[in-house]
Structures are given as C-alpha cells and as structure tokens.
C-alpha cells in the first residue's frame, strides 16, 4: 500500500496562507460581512505582499477605497480597544458602536489625525448629532488645533460641541461675505455647549467687525542653480597609512536623484560632502582618504595640514598624467609611474583638496562684521 507523503512544515504554511487568501479575496468580491471586516481583509492582503492594484483587480475594490476602509478599520478598531478599558459603557458609546459597524469608513477616516481619546469623544459628538463626513472633517481639525493651543480661549470650554462652536466663532469673524459669516454663526449655536459660547456666538450678530487673518509667512524656497552648489558626499576611508583591504572594503555609494540622497544601514563610517566640480561629478566610484600634506609624492609648500585625497577607483587604466593608487606591502600609497606598471592599479587621484583658509572662525558667524 503507497503511503500519502505528508507536506513540509514550510508546504503546509504557504497552503494556509493560500487558503487565507483565496478566503479573503472572496470576502472581498462578495462583500461578505460588514465595511471593518473588508479593511482589514485588504489589509492583511497588502501585509502579504499584494499589491492595491493586485487587490483591485481580484476583488473590485479601488485602491482608494482600500485605502479608505484599511485607515477607518483602524480607527474603529482603536475605539473598541478604548471601550475595552472601561467595566460599564454608557448608552452613547454603545451606540456608536452599533452606528459605525454598520457604515461610517468615510467619517471615520477624517479622524485618523486624532488620539484615541479624541477620536472615543468626536465619534460620540458625531452620533449624538447626526453629522455627515464634511463635518467630520471639520471637527478632527478643530480638536487638532484646540489641543495646541495654550489656553481655553474665554467663553469656551473644551468640550466637543465648544470646540466646534469656537472653530465657527473664529472663522466668522474673518469673513467678509455676509452669508457665509451667518452660516459658520448658525452652525456654531447648533453645536455649541455652553451658554457663555453661545453668548460669544451671538455678539457677532450685531458686531461686523471683520478680523483679518494673519497671512502665512513665506517659504524660504531655493533652487540650486549650478552643479557645484549640490555638493558629492564621499565615504572617507581614513588616514593614511591605511591597509589595502580596508579600502577595496568600502562600498559603491549609490546616489539618488534629484538631490543625490545618499542611503546607508548600520556600521561605522565617515562621510564628506565636495564641491560639485565636474570632475568628482563624473566620478563613478569616488572615495576620500586624509593625508599630510608634507606627505604627498609632490608635498606641498608650507605649513602642514591635512588634505583630502579625492580617488576615483573606477579608474585603473594608467596614463602617464596621472597619480594612481597601488598595493605596497598590504598598504595604499599614491605614486606616478612614468611608464605603465607591471603592478595592479586600484585607482585613480582626481584632486587633492586643501582646507579652506579662515582667518577667524567665529567672524564668519557675524554676518554684520563679514558686510562692513
């Protein structure tokens, strides 16, 4: 008798998350259960590696609309976990409860900017009310800029329907135009709490003076208009006398456009940024290795400072106008060869770069000083 092979522990995990799938994609398509249980299907579907548009195609749902029921199941999972903390619920909170099992993604999605308390009190204010997703969208707004503010402005408390009274009483005395001034006016004793907020409210029915708002500053916006003013980061390998191993070991920087972000993880390591000069642009392995400048093949007249040795390791086809970098001993030395050598080239010196020369350090802090 042939017996069954068993599947591998790894075999029998790919088929239950197969079969997790194929479940989810078909909850999806058929819009079983309710819209909590379809954000979290998209959700675990994305975790698992499917893409939005792969999700659309196999079940219907837009990536928005993915996106809309993935954040607002988060945010009804949120105040179901803030229920959890509390013994005896209140009538409201059961109510909202029930409200948004059964719709509300839309509502509950312009309340992701909230905590978890704030999203437990806008959601009962929002129930309470009957309100629809623009005014939803206005109240996590309100709460957010409420919750920055230093003091409770006066007449007002921190309650929901004062907060949203306060937004309109704000807003109103900044318009112009009549109509929209009584409308946020209306809209504000509807919700209000408090008498005194009303109190506030209703002043604005015979007061027109209008406040302006305070215009947002300027941006500092500035474009870099040559390439030497978007500058190389370079990874530096170190002073010399350094080990041949230690340099052929740093790796190939990978730059990314349009700003040249350069991405490394983990580790040591130094970094230097240079000028954009044509050469070190059309580098395309360039490192930077620290020398005395008295120790150069040709050394520099002068006091001694530190240079930057600036090497492209790319570049290992000798030519007799160049400086090259070479083995000796396990050691990297930088030597001109007359003729070409016998010996391998690990690459190629672009510039020596000296220190710029400052004169005094703290002056060029004072720009007054620098301009006189």
């Known amino acids: 008798m042939t017996e069954t092979p068993q599947n591998s522990p790894n075999q029998q995990q790919e088929s239950i998350h197969q079969v997790d799938?194929?479940?989810?994609?078909?909850?999806?398509?058929?819009?079983?259960?309710?819209?909590?249980?379809?954000g979290n299907a998209c959700a675990a579907l994305q975790k698992a590696g499917y893409t939005s548009q792969q999700i659309f195609e196999a079940t219907g749902f837009e990536p928005i609309q993915q996106n809309q029921v993935i954040v607002g199941s988060q945010v009804y999972t949120s105040i179901v976990n803030?229920?959890?903390?509390?013994?005896?619920?209140?009538?409201?909170?059961?109510?909202?409860?029930?409200?948004?099992?059964?719709?509300?993604?839309?509502?509950?999605?312009?309340?992701?900017?909230?905590t978890q308390e704030q999203r437990v009190i806008a959601t009962e204010f929002i129930v309470a009310h009957n309100l629809d997703v623009d005014d939803a969208k206005d109240i996590a707004k309100a709460i957010k800029d409420f919750a920055r503010m230093k003091t409770i402005p006066e007449g007002f408390s921190d309650s929901p329907g004062d907060i949203v009274a306060y937004q309109c009483w704000?807003?109103?005395?900044?318009?112009?135009?009549?109509?929209?001034?009584?409308?946020?006016?209306?809209?504000?004793?509807?919700?209000?709490?408090?008498?005194t907020a009303r109190k506030q409210l209703e002043q604005l029915l015979t007061d027109f003076t209008v406040v302006s708002q305070r215009p947002a500053p300027r941006l500092p916006i500035y474009r870099m208009e040559s390439e030497e003013e978007l500058p190389r980061i370079l990874p530096v390998v170190g002073k010399l006398p350094l080990n041949t191993e230690d340099f052929k070991a740093v790796p190939l920087v990978e730059e990314v456009e349009p700003f040249r972000i350069v991405k490394f993880s983990g580790g040591a390591g130094a970094w230097v940024a240079i000028p954009g000069w044509r050469v070190v642009m059309q580098a395309e392995d360039p490192v930077?290795?620290?020398?005395?400048?008295?120790?150069?093949?040709?050394?520099?007249?002068?006091?001694?400072?530190?240079v930057l040795l600036i090497i492209d390791r790319s570049q290992r086809q000798w030519h007799e106008d160049g400086y090259f970098i070479v083995d000796q001993g396990g050691k990297i030395v930088m030597q001109w060869f007359d003729e070409e050598p016998n010996i391998q080239l690990l690459g190629k010196a672009l510039l020596v770069l000296r220190p710029k020369k400052i004169l005094d350090g703290e002056l060029i802090k004072d720009l007054w000083q620098i301009e006189e």
């Open 21 to 38: 799938a194929e479940n989810l994609i078909g909850l999806l398509r058929r819009k079983e259960g309710n819209w909590v249980e379809w």
């Open 82 to 114: 803030a229920n959890i903390k509390e013994s005896a619920l209140p009538q409201s909170r059961t109510d909202v409860l029930s409200r948004f099992e059964r719709s509300g993604s839309d509502i509950l999605y312009e309340l992701r900017i909230l």
């Open 288 to 306: 930077a290795i620290i020398e005395d400048s008295d120790r150069l093949p040709t050394p520099i007249p002068g006091a001694t400072e530190e």
């Open 170 to 195: 704000k807003q109103a005395r900044q318009q112009n135009d009549l109509q929209h001034r009584s409308r946020l006016i209306a809209k504000g004793l509807k919700l209000a709490d408090s008498q």
